[in-house]
Structures are given as structure tokens and as C-alpha cells.
């Protein structure tokens, strides 16, 4: 009976859930159906099992559908953890993962399939008892590699890059739906992975709610608030990049403002793939992008330098977005203007003690401002 009063309370609190996101205007249509359909999945899942545990030991009569049911739940299953992952990550890693993704759920559902007329991944006996066999741990190990990827998204691929104080909060989310799986692999009888992934559920559209705040909805960069908002809190030595695509009027005049906005998502895509694992990328204004470097890594980039001389790194990363877009904009000639950057460096007092007069970080912002207009502007003139 406990069972059955857990599963209605996981199920009844979903359908609040998905009548809750239903009315949500925070989220795209997209995102808010995935969101719908993740948590039906697991009414489903949740349903077929409490009907499975009632069927365990007593249906000897419908065996067949017994075995049909256990097929079912353990072919959905895994799509759970694909869902969260595809929440939550950038679209360049989703592309990497998604062969490896299908080809395993792929396996996972073959194999489950023919345990229908041989006791592959699990055994049914005519007494209708549910037995594991040896090659259950194929669809363990399945389930595992699936929150894996979500343990890789939480380390460094999220939706939000992680500015957060702490930053552990998708990664704590993940433990708490793993340690759920794990109690009912010791414990068949309960029903703690479905307690745990309902629960989970509710945190994580928290997580995502207030994550989705600090993104800009074109470019799923972090947005202008965010970037106010972490300069204020920034203690460290660390270097302030603005980024201006040019000519960009004219690709709005040019092709329209749907392309527009196709253009402002190429380059912050670009931004990202080139600042992402130095720097925080954020769009700051309309075709205006910004990247804080992280803690530590002005000093590392310098010492990289040859010369140790910390200007000349920076050149060398900014180089790299222009050679990026460059060799973007031969198959996608709008872009051929390409972008503007400047950069203003910030001495923390806490890293540099020696330092006798300090920029404040809105002075530092000013600097890489008008290193990024002397740039249009010479850029404009050579044209």
C-alpha cells in the first residue's frame, strides 16, 4: 500500500507540474513541451511499474503482458536522462553526443525486445516472479553512461555557463537521481528511484528557471543583467573583452531581421567556442558580446606567452575569434565584415598588492570600449 500512495503522490504532483509549465511564459514553446513531456514520461514509467509490482508473483495467467509491461518501462527509461541532457546542453555538444545517444538506446531496446522470448535482461517464470540475469548490468551500465553525460554537462557544457558561487547545484541534482537508482538496485521493492526522479524533476525546472534568467534568448549567451551583475562581484585579476560584429545594420537591411538574428547566434556561437573554457560569453547589447576572463587565467595565458608579456596573449586569443569567423564567412558571406574587439585589463589589489594606482573595473570596461571603437573605426577606414 505504500508503494501505491507513493506513486500517486509523484504522479499527482507531475500533473501539477505539467499544468504549471503549460502556463509558463518564461520558457520558448520548445522548451516548455519538453519539459511537458519529460514528466509524462515519467508518469508512465511510474504507472507501469506500480502495475508491474502489483502483476510480481500473482498474474501467472498474464505472464506475457507482465513481460510486455517490464519491456516497456526499460526501453522508456534511459530516455529520461537523454531528455535532461538535451535540456540543459549546448547544441555543439548535443551534436557530439547524439550518435553515441541513439546507438546505445538503440542497443538498450533490441535487447530488451527479445528478452520478450529469451531471458536476456531479465526472467519471468511461469509463476510470474521477476528474476535479474547476468545482462542486466547492459541496461545499468546504459542508465549509467546516459548520467554520465549529464555529470560531463554539469562540469562544464550547461545551458548557463556556471558563474554561480559554488556552481555544483546540476551536479548535486544529478547525485540525487543517481543515489535514487542505486537504492532500488539494493532494494527492488521500493520505489526511491521514481520518489527521487519526481522530486529531482521539481529542482531541476527550478535549477532551469532561474538559470534561464541570466540567458539571452537568440544567442543563449548570458545576457546583459548577468554580465552587470558578475562585473560587481568580480575580486580577481582578470582581463575584460568587448566584441562588436561590423557592419551589422547593413545585414538587417541587407537580408532582413530574421537573418539578423541568424547572424548574432553564429558568432556568439563562435564567441563561445573560442572564450568558453577561458572566459564567461555574454551579449550586452544588440550586436554587442562581452567575455570576463575566469579566475587564474590571465596569469595562465601569460605565462603561455613566449614572451610573458600578458597584452600579446591577449592578442593572440582575440586573433583567434577573427580567424574562426573568417573562415566561417567563406560559406556564409554575410559575415565577411566580421567583428571588432577590445580589451581592458583589471588588476585586483588582492593578486597585485604592489600595484599603486588601480583601474576600477568600469574603467577597465571604458578601456576595452575604446580599443573596440579604434578598431571599427580603422577597420572602417581600410574599407
Not at 500512495?5 to 519538453?34: D, H, P, Q, W, Y
Not at 535482461?121 to 542508465?143: D, G, Q, V
Not at 560531463?152 to 543517481?178: D, H, M, P
Amino acid at each position: 500500500m505504500s508503494y501505491i500512495a507513493v506513486s500517486f503522490i509523484c504522479v499527482f504532483s507531475l500533473v501539477i507540474g505539467i499544468i504549471g509549465m503549460a502556463e509558463n511564459e518564461l520558457f520558448s514553446t520548445r522548451r516548455k513541451r519538453r519539459f511537458i513531456i519529460l514528466a509524462s514520461i515519467i508518469i508512465f514509467e511510474i504507472i507501469i511499474d506500480a502495475i508491474s509490482l502489483g502483476m510480481d508473483g500473482k498474474a501467472t495467467e498474464y505472464v506475457a503482458l507482465y513481460k510486455i509491461l517490464k519491456i516497456t518501462e526499460f526501453i522508456v527509461s534511459p530516455v529520461i536522462p537523454i531528455m535532461l541532457v538535451k535540456q540543459v546542453t549546448y547544441k555543439a555538444f548535443w551534436d557530439k553526443i547524439k550518435k553515441l545517444f541513439i546507438v546505445m538506446f538503440s542497443i538498450n531496446a533490441i535487447l530488451q525486445a527479445m528478452t520478450f522470448f529469451w531471458p536476456i535482461m531479465f526472467k519471468i517464470e511461469e509463476n510470474a516472479i521477476y528474476y535479474r540475469t547476468p545482462w542486466t548490468f547492459i541496461y545499468i551500465s546504459i542508465l549509467i553512461v546516459f548520467f554520465a553525460a549529464l555529470f560531463e554537462v554539469a562540469a562544464r557544457k550547461t545551458f548557463t555557463q556556471n558563474t554561480s558561487k559554488y556552481g555544483c547545484t546540476l551536479f548535486l541534482i544529478n547525485v540525487f537521481l543517481l543515489s535514487g537508482m542505486i537504492m532500488r538496485l539494493f532494494y527492488p521493492q521500493s520505489n526511491a528511484d521514481w520518489l527521487c526522479i519526481t522530486i529531482g524533476f521539481f529542482v531541476f525546472t527550478f535549477y532551469f528557471s532561474n538559470s534561464y534568467l541570466k540567458v539571452d534568448s537568440i544567442t543563449t549567451l548570458l545576457n546583459q543583467k548577468a554580465f552587470r551583475n558578475y562585473l560587481r562581484r568580480v575580486k580577481y585579476s582578470t582581463a575584460i573583452i568587448v566584441i562588436d560584429a561590423n557592419n551589422f545594420k547593413s545585414i538587417n537591411d541587407t537580408y532582413g531581421h530574421q537573418s539578423g538574428d541568424w547572424a548574432l547566434s553564429r558568432i556568439a556561437e563562435l564567441i563561445f567556442k573560442v572564450y568558453n573554457r577561458v572566459g564567461y560569453c555574454y551579449r550586452i547589447g544588440g550586436d554587442e558580446f562581452g567575455v570576463i576572463l575566469k579566475p587564474g587565467v590571465l596569469k595562465k595565458i601569460t605565462y603561455k606567452n613566449k614572451n610573458f608579456d600578458t597584452y600579446a596573449a591577449l592578442e593572440d586569443l582575440l586573433d583567434t575569434l577573427n580567424k574562426e569567423i573568417a573562415c566561417v564567412s567563406k560559406r556564409h558571406p554575410m559575415l565577411n565584415d566580421g567583428v571588432s574587439q577590445g580589451y581592458g585589463i583589471y588588476n585586483s589589489a588582492l593578486d597585485n598588492p604592489s600595484i599603486e594606482e588601480y583601474k576600477t573595473i568600469e574603467e577597465v570596461l571604458k578601456i576595452a570600449d575604446e580599443r573596440m571603437y579604434r578598431q571599427k573605426k580603422i577597420r572602417k577606414n581600410t574599407r
